[in-house]
T-cell receptor, first 117, second 113 residues
């Protein structure tokens, strides 16, 4: 079974609107972390936002927020007020056993977001 | 602060040649990771190091691939001999604390002809 599932291969959004990118995960660990990265067409991997499994509040970073629903094992990324520069591939990733010695990240296959003017 | 630095940015070489990719992690980061990204397989972890020691190399595809980290500020990923199917973008990343993100270099785009 895949540990990280991103069901939307591609998404379109109008500039200035909000968009939600889905991510579901599978783990039996109680302690884990969820990360979102952005990869524009230039290729670099840019960290966006982090949510720990014990964090009570949903993470926010500027226009990015994470809709964390632990019982449903989902960690959806919400981008508010989309900009043309948000057009990119977005990856969800998980690190299990975050209190221990595991530093490996498991990545989803990504969602390609296109922002239309 | 300087980020993760990879070189070269692009490499084009012929099948059978040795390829060496280089990485300088962020200073103070104890963990270093090598990834490979292709359209077919997505982002794959090849190997990672902690304090210069390889911890998990289960993602290394075969014996043609080797990685070293002789000191805290330098790592290499070597492919010998290279094959066309090794064509991919190779990323290096480094990590401090576990609840902090991995920081990626800009990648090396490798083409084996």
């Amino acid at each position: 079974a895949q540990k990280i599932t991103q069901t939307q291969p591609g998404m379109f959004v109008q500039e200035k609107e909000a968009v939600t990118l889905d991510c579901t995960y599978d783990t039996s660990d109680q302690s884990y972390g969820l990360f979102w990265y952005k990869q524009p067409s230039s290729g670099e991997m840019i960290f966006l936002i982090y949510q720990g499994s014990y964090d009570e509040q949903n993470a926010t970073e500027g226009r990015y927020s994470l809709n964390f629903q632990k019982a449903r094992k989902s960690a959806n990324l919400v981008i508010s007020a989309s900009q043309l520069g948000d057009s990119a591939m977005y990856f969800c990733a998980m690190r299990e056993g975050i209190g221990g010695s595991n530093y490996k990240l498991t990545f989803g296959k990504g969602t390609l977001l296109t922002v239309n003017p | 602060d300087a980020g993760v630095i990879q070189s070269p940015r692009h490499e084009v070489t012929e099948m059978g040649q040795e390829v060496t990719l280089r990485c300088k992690p962020i200073s103070g980061h104890d963990y270093l990771f090598w990834y490979r990204q292709t359209m077919m397989r997505g982002l794959e972890l090849l190997i990672y190091f902690n304090n210069n020691v390889p911890i998990d190399d289960s993602g290394m595809p075969e014996d043609r691939f080797s990685a070293k980290m002789p000191n805290a500020s330098f790592s290499t990923l070597k492919i010998q001999p290279s094959e066309p199917r090794d064509s991919a973008v190779y990323f290096c990343a480094s990590n401090g604390r576990p609840n902090q993100p991995q920081h990626f270099g800009d990648g090396t785009r490798l083409s084996i002809l």
